[in-house]
């Protein structure tokens, strides 16, 4: 199986890196300082799970000098998702199959709408992974990926992708139901994300603090009412697990969303509390504390 990584930072760098040190073909594309340090020095991985150093990548800007692949790993930011589509052709094909795994959940439009539904599968990641310096991923915590069939059936093709992440051994879920847990992740990261960029805090201060706390699960119950409302049925255990799970995190985790505020990067701002607040109008949910959360965020969402 050749899989190739579109956008190798810490979600396609963390990923991806494991499937390379682990024996996979895995091929990366990249641009910049970060693409020069993978080819002079391979990829290295800081991770709480163990160190990884990879020495040899193969890493190209040029996806036609990677040429067609078996699954693409679409792993860019949202905001650089509409070009790096446009180089997605030489990567296909007959069989290839594309998975976003970006925050939000607009990504599956966006790649069905460039290669089609055939060639296109839905996908989730859990991981709190950043581009430490060029050519190295710093991972702090968490390490998941879920990927599944839109219409829910166990194919062979991402059965060979479950194989190779099970080989990896890093935490990997096929997915009978993908709308369902995209959904899941976006109730949970959207407010991950917002409360910790919105207070320039990781969560540790934000579930220490009771008002903070209760900000974040009302903020839960807005992006959960969303769903239901767009006919997506999300568990209502997500609420508690929201509860549970976040004052189990390592108390100094931070979302990327608050390490791209802190570094005056773009932010994902637009596909996460403001898609909870432009779905909750398309379907008539209010939704104050994205708003707020939105609003506050606006004037940084460029960047410096």
């Known amino acids: ?46 991770s709480v799970n163990g160190d990884v150093h990879v020495p040899r990548v193969h890493a190209s800007s040029d996806p036609s000098a990677i040429g067609p692949v078996d699954v693409v790993l679409f792993t860019v930011k949202l905001y650089d998702a509409a070009e790096a589509v446009a180089m997605l052709p030489p990567l296909l094909g007959r069989d290839t199959v594309v998975i976003p795994f970006q925050n939000g959940v607009d990504a599956v439009d966006m790649v069905m709408r460039a290669v089609g539904r055939d060639r296109t599968a839905g996908g989730t990641a859990y991981v709190a992974a950043v581009i430490s310096e060029p050519g190295v991923i710093r991972h702090s915590a968490l390490g998941q990926l879920v990927f599944g069939e839109l219409d829910g059936s166990r194919s062979p093709r991402l059965s060979r992708l479950y194989d ?43 579930v220490s603090d009771p008002e903070l706390f209760a900000m974040l699960i009302a903020a839960a119950r807005e992006a959960m ?73 606006r004037p940084h969402v460029n960047g410096r």
């Open 1 to 46: 199986m050749r899989i190739a990584v579109v956008g190798a930072g810490g979600v396609g760098g963390y990923f991806g890196g494991r499937l390379a040190a682990a024996g996979a073909d895995v091929a990366f594309l990249a641009r910049g300082a970060h693409l020069d340090a993978l080819r002079t020095r391979g990829l290295t991985i800081h």
């Open 225 to 297: 009412a969303v769903a239901r409302a767009k006919g997506v049925k999300i568990p209502e255990s997500v609420i508690s697990d929201v509860e549970r799970s976040y004052r189990g995190l390592p108390p100094d985790m931070k979302s990327s969303l608050l390490e791209d505020l802190e570094r005056g990067r773009r932010l994902e701002l637009p596909w996460l509390s403001g898609a909870i607040v432009r779905i909750g109008r398309e379907v008539g949910v209010e939704t104050p504390t994205h708003a707020f959360i939105n609003a506050v965020l």
């Open 164 to 206: 190779a992440c099970r080989a990896a051994a890093f935490q990997t879920t096929f997915s009978d139901d993908i709308t369902v847990d995209i959904w899941t992740k976006f109730v949970r990261l959207s407010v991950f994300s917002g409360m910790t960029a919105v207070t320039r805090c990781p969560i540790g201060a934000i």
